[in-house]
C-alpha cells in the first residue's frame, strides 16, 4: 500500500470504529480545557479528570484562579505531578489572560504558545477542540501509530506532525487526531500490543516493525 492508500484506509477504519468520538478531557469552556490540557502534561487524562473538579470548583475563569494562589492551586493538583511548576503556570496565564485578552483565551497558536506552561501540542489541542480550528496535536500515541503504519520516521513529533498534516485532509484532522489517540490506547498500545486485536497495523502497518513484532512473539 502507498502512503496515501494507508491513510485512506485509516481513515475509512477509524471512522467505522468511532463515528462519534468524545473529547478526552473533561471540561466546559475554553479556559477550562486549557487549564486540563497543561495538567495533562506527562500525567493522565483519567488522573486529569479526577482532579480538575475540585479545581474549577473554586476557581474556573482567570480572575478567581488568580485569587486562588499558587500554593492552593498546587495542593489541588498535587496528583496530576509536576504540580509546582503546573501551578506557577496556571497562576501566571490566568493572570495574563486578564491584561492582555480580556480574561478570554485567545484563539491563535501565537497567542496561546506566548502564554507560560503552553507548548504547541497544548496549544493545538485548544485551537482544535475548543474553537474547531483545523490542527493535529500530536501526543504519543499519535507518534507511535504514525510510525508503526510507516506514515512518519518517528524521529519527532514536529515531523510526525507535518506527515499527518501533508498525508490526512484539513476537515478531518481535529476529530481524527482524537480517533488515533483513542484508537492508539485500546488497539495498539505501547505496552501488551496484541496485533491481532488491531485491524489497522495488519493492514497497513510498517513492514519492519511486523517483522519485530512476529520475531519477538515466535522467541517467546
Request: aromatic share 6%.
Amino acid at each position: 500500500m502507498t502512503k496515501k492508500e494507508k491513510a485512506a484506509f485509516i481513515v475509512e477504519k477509524l471512522e467505522e470504529i468511532y463515528p462519534a468520538i468524545p473529547i478526552p478531557l473533561d471540561h466546559k469552556d475554553p479556559y477550562t480545557l486549557l487549564i486540563a490540557v497543561l495538567l495533562s502534561a506527562q500525567s493522565t487524562d483519567v488522573r486529569v479528570n479526577q482532579t480538575t473538579p475540585e479545581l474549577f470548583a473554586l476557581a474556573d475563569n482567570p480572575a478567581d484562579m488568580v485569587a486562588l494562589g499558587v500554593d492552593k492551586i498546587r495542593e489541588i493538583i498535587r496528583p496530576v505531578g509536576l504540580s509546582p511548576t503546573k501551578a506557577r503556570a496556571i497562576h501566571a496565564l490566568s493572570g495574563i489572560l486578564l491584561e492582555k485578552h480580556g480574561g478570554q483565551v485567545p484563539q491563535t497558536l501565537e497567542a496561546l504558545e506566548a502564554l507560560p506552561g503552553v507548548g504547541h501540542k497544548t496549544a493545538s489541542v485548544v485551537v482544535s477542540q475548543a474553537f474547531g480550528i483545523p490542527a493535529f496535536p500530536v501526543d504519543t500515541h499519535i507518534h507511535r501509530l504514525m510510525y508503526r503504519w510507516g506514515l512518519s520516521s518517528g524521529k519527532n513529533v514536529v515531523q510526525t506532525e507535518k506527515d499527518a498534516k501533508k498525508l490526512f485532509p484539513k476537515e478531518l484532522w481535529n476529530k481524527l487526531h482524537l480517533q488515533i489517540i483513542w484508537y492508539g490506547r485500546e488497539y495498539c498500545p505501547a505496552r501488551g500490543w496484541d496485533l491481532e486485536r488491531d485491524p489497522i497495523t495488519q493492514k497497513a502497518g510498517r513492514k519492519e516493525v511486523l517483522r519485530n513484532y512476529r520475531a519477538k512473539k515466535k522467541a517467546r
